[in-house]
């Protein structure tokens, strides 16, 4: 992938940085995870109770940063063994090389 494209895969459809490497950025990868909970649970494909995820099957999301947390949680789990999963996940991983790439990251982080 050449740094162009890094680029563009690193915002959203507006132009501007994406609002998960802004969570990254401003957070690291647990921020990014839990924004995409929030989103999920905004879009209504989990639902959250007494610290517990749980997806509803209602919407497929399209970001592979939500789909990672779908896949952490194929059942009710706890929110924290769902923000540990998929911040190790492939997806997280990616948006932290783009990052780097663009020079808003170190690697060593």
Do not use: K, W, Y
Not at 11 to 38: K, Q, S, Y
Not at 83 to 92: C, E, G
């Amino acid at each position: 992938m050449t740094q162009a494209e890094d680029r563009a895969e690193a915002r959203d459809g507006e132009g501007g940085p994406g609002h998960f490497a802004h969570a990254f950025l401003a957070g690291g990868r647990r921020r990014v995870v839990e924004c995409a909970v929030v989103s999920l649970v905004e879009q209504g494909a989990l639902s959250l109770r007494a610290a517990r995820l749980r997806p509803t099957g209602d919407v497929r999301p399209g970001h592979a940063i939500e789909q990672a947390v779908l896949a952490a949680c194929p059942r009710s789990r706890r929110v924290r063994d769902v923000l540990d999963a998929a911040a190790r996940s492939q997806a997280v991983d990616d948006l932290a090389r783009r990052l780097a790439d663009l020079g808003l990251l170190s690697r060593r982080r």
